[in-house]
């Protein structure tokens, strides 16, 4: 094979990848030449690797939240210089992280900080708390954490003020209901639910705790509430989810006490649907395991098309950190 046709495929190569990255294969001895006019072999770890569409991070929470959004391809996947983000997490009990009932503040915070990185310009941490609104947010953590970051408010959502009367298409059971209207108003909205688990749903997830977004949520639990929370996820539909599974409640929730397991392990994915089901079908949930396809949110919201809890056939990349 001759100077003048390894130079031509040089650069060809330059034109996929910068001259730092293919020098530095061809120094390593990863670049080859097939014999004879056969051309060019490239070894696959030199090829991109397509993204997972579930990430997953075992360790200590801060590491691992970032691990696992990285894994998807870091948070400019997913905030823009000077967007707007709203970050949904579990702040509705009056109980500390340790207890596994509302998400951990290392893991909002963590967040926080990517966002920042990433370049937005106002991030605003809301839910609506079940009990006294002060008391939920001040031992949860995240209040005292994460209002102190850059461009970053932490709002207990429990006046109807907060609240836009919103129609919901193609509704099966929730029609109507008051929807938190800055949800309307970001550019990107990240749902960061603790793994816990519910005695109406069996599970309490990335879906399910979108109802910290609504106004009306008894009425969700006369209606039929697991189509109702695939409504509901119709209007809120996060840009990213990453699930706490630091600590995950596998008994007595939402509000515990219960069963905690220390599982030090976050779960992230572009797809809410596909996050939740691979929560379920990763821990035991009142000491027995579970299929995806046993929650019903989670069936009704995959036979929807609002994401897909076939998890078998997702790409899936683990790390330990």
Known sequence: MNREYFEKMEKIIENRLSRRTFLKYQMKGLLFLAAGSSGLILPKKIMAEPLPDIAVAKGEAVKAVRAAVELLGGMKNFVKKGGKVLIKPNMSFPNPPAMATTTHPDVV????????????????????????????????????????????????????????????????KMSRNGIFQEAFKVDTLISVPVAKSHTAT????????????????????????????????????????????????????????????????????????????????????????????????????????????????LAVKEIQV
Request: charged residues 30%.
């Open 109 to 172: 915070c963590e967040l926080v900080r990517m966002c920042n990185e990433a370049g937005a310009s106002n991030i605003l941490i809301a839910d609506y708390p079940l009990f006294d609104t002060d008391t939920c947010l001040k031992r949860s953590g995240i209040a005292d954490a994460c209002g102190k970051l850059e461009n970053t408010r932490v709002v207990g959502a429990s006046s109807d003020r907060f609240y836009k009367d919103t129609e919901i298409k193609d509704a099966k």
């Open 202 to 313: 069996g599970v309490s997830l990335a879906m399910k705790g979108m109802m910290g977004l609504c106004w009306d949520r008894s009425g969700m639990h006369t209606k039929e509430l697991s189509s109702s929370i695939v409504d509901l996820c119709t209007v809120l539909k996060a840009d990213l989810t990453v699930i706490d599974a630091i600590r995950v409640l596998s008994t007595n929730g939402p509000r515990g006490p219960g069963k905690v397991l220390k599982e030090d392990t976050i779960i992230a994915s572009k797809d809410m649907v596909a996050a939740d089901a691979f929560a379920v079908a990763r821990f035991p949930w009142y000491g027995k395991r579970y299929k995806p396809s046993q929650v019903k949110y989670i069936l009704e919201a995959h036979e929807r098309g609002l994401g897909r809890m076939d998890i078998e056939n």
